[in-house]
């Protein structure tokens, strides 16, 4: 579940800053390839990662509880 909040926040902030993947003049002081490849791998990962926290949320098992 904690990694699907982590995914959660990033994807949120990589999400905020998608419009630096179009803009000709970015506000950083990095080059313009570093500031639109890491936005692009936070989206990705975060993404990724969200994937794999629901996968194994629903892949985890179901504990039966037995008369006796």
Known sequence: ALVG???FE????AWQRRTGLTRVILP?????WVDR???GAAL???L????YAVVSLMR???PVSTPG
């Open 10 to 13: 990033l994807v949120t902030w």
């Open 28 to 32: 950083t002081d990095l080059p313009f």
């Open 5 to 7: 909040v982590a995914s």
């Open 48 to 51: 990724a990662g969200a994937i």
């Open 37 to 39: 490849i890491v936005s």
């Open 60 to 62: 985890r098992p179901v």
């Open 44 to 46: 990705t990962a975060g």
